[in-house]
DNA sequence: GTCTATAAAACGATAGAC
DNA sequence: GTCTATCGTTTTATAGAC
């Protein structure tokens, strides 16, 4: 394990630059060419280091990986949340799906960074199918079904509607806008993203 | 390359069965424990061959994996292309969203095998993007969109309407749901189907 | 703290025996 | 037509020099 030091403060500056640079070479090079071609050679070849390097910073190569996958996250966590929390609960689903589209559409590294997570990151468990992400992959939607819940309010269009089938369609309306957008640059993802407010609310309200 | 026999005959008895075996087994693999885990040596271990033999019937790995896949997705495209041939064109994207749903519904395993080649069936093209999985990606939602095109008909309130965005987007649901049915079992992906029915009929008539 | 050198295993694919 | 044996490469990770 990096970065085990005597006395208990954090990180050394070094430590914390190498690994940066680290997991900013390893997110270009999965998403440039594939999370396969992200091999400990290949990391350390791209980083100018050697791969005793690499792995003396991150143990395991899947760590390396994990750590990429985690800012890119990180990122994409902060910069929703802060759109959602600057409206009311009646417009949070509303700036959910045209935040989350904007982010990729602005980072489109990053959107691929997590497609291909998506299914590689899966637990290491022998018997957990693949696919199968766990509870990494129920907790997914889980956000997005919290802001609709609350704001639908006690609307009664809106009773008896499955908030977790809206939340999962919505999330694979989003997922599939992105997509596009990274397989045709010159597709309209901001326009697309009104759509699905449009139909995200018609259901709501 | 297998199959080479001299007389211009389709492939022999033993080819077949042989070839069927292994895609059968390489599917179980590949859903069971991930593309990933599909090496040479498993598949053959898992049916009880060498590797030589698998190498002699497919040449390649990835042809075998591109066999399996294609097996699976021929079965798809027969049962979706026969329930909606049997429906008028007003009645077809409803019968495609209902029979994929029911199809993934029904073979959980093809689902599966499905996922997990989306990222992993990419071309060898070094200088492509992952992710970027070129015309095979592109032409995923064409068939919906034609379907949904004609099903318009001239029809007021969807005149302007974006057909590939709509298809894009009834797509992504579609992945969603069954996304969310190979996560839990218990999921009513039937109902869920018929939310998506119901959205889509919303925005076209 | 950082690197070189190397170990040990798994990989895809081939050559040649039968 | 089918298999065994093996080649050459690449993989992750470790041991030890500096």
Redesign the pocket.
């Known amino acids: 394990m ?1 970065g ?3 006395g208990g403060k954090g990180p ?1 500056r ?2 914390r630059e ?1 690994r940066a640079q680290l997991t900013r070479t390893t997110i270009d090079l999965v998403t440039e060419h594939g999370y396969a ?7 350390a070849q791209a980083a100018g ?5 690499v ?3 991150f ?5 390396v990986l994990e750590a990429a996958y985690q800012q890119v996250l990180n990122e994409l966590v902060a910069d929703v949340g802060q759109a959602v929390d600057a409206v009311t609960a009646e417009q949070a689903p509303a700036a959910y799906v045209r935040r989350m589209v904007g982010h990729f559409a602005e980072h489109p590294k990053h959107a691929r960074m997590i497609v291909e997570s998506r299914l590689h990151q899966v637990s290491k468990d022998e018997d957990t199918p693949a696919g199968a992400t766990g509870p990494a992959r129920a907790e997914r939607r889980q956000p997005l079904a919290a802001l609709l819940t609350e704001a639908r309010g006690d609307r009664s269009r809106a009773e008896g509607r499955d908030m977790r089938t809206l939340a999962v369609l919505v999330g694979g309306m989003i997922d599939a806008v992105v997509a596009e957008g990274l397989d045709d640059p010159t597709y309209d993802m901001q326009a697309a993203a009104e759509t699905i407010v449009q139909m995200l609310e018609a259901e709501l309200f």
């Open positions: 990096a085990r030091r005597p050394s070094i430590e190498r071609a992200a091999s400990l050679a290949r990391i280091v050697t791969k005793g390097t792995v003396y910073h143990a395991t190569k899947d760590a």
